[in-house]
């Protein structure tokens, strides 16, 4: 009898060991799912930054060339005013309208030029009309 009881009790001890075993096996299963899914996730974040680095790098070509067609029209900007510079000083060096050309300075620099062809422009005599 005591060796069925022995038998009993080990059958109960290794039930009670499988047990355990199983339920430590099923908590890491669950953790590796966890991690698994975790690095999806990351992949998945991973991925969506490429996709904005490359939009962000796209962007930046456009802006530089933006840049670069902007620095082309300033220069041909700077072309005309020194055109219109000297055409004024040409045409009217003498003229004096009474107002200061500096103070439009800080919002155009080629208002000076503008401001002495609008008084050469005034200054002129109107053009004949013609009766029709």
Known sequence: MASSETQ?????????????????????????????LKISRSQELLGQAARNMVIQEDAIFHSEDSLRKMSIITTHLQYQQEAIQKKCAIQAPELDCGVTPAAHRPRF??????????????????PPHHGI
């Open 8 to 36: 009993a009790r080990f059958g109960q001890s290794v039930k009670g060991l499988l047990s355990d075993k199983v339920a430590a096996c099923s908590v890491d299963v669950i953790a590796l799912t966890r991690q698994v």
């Open 109 to 126: 620099h080629f208002c000076q030029a503008l401001h002495l062809c609008v008084c050469l422009a005034v200054r002129l005599p109107p």
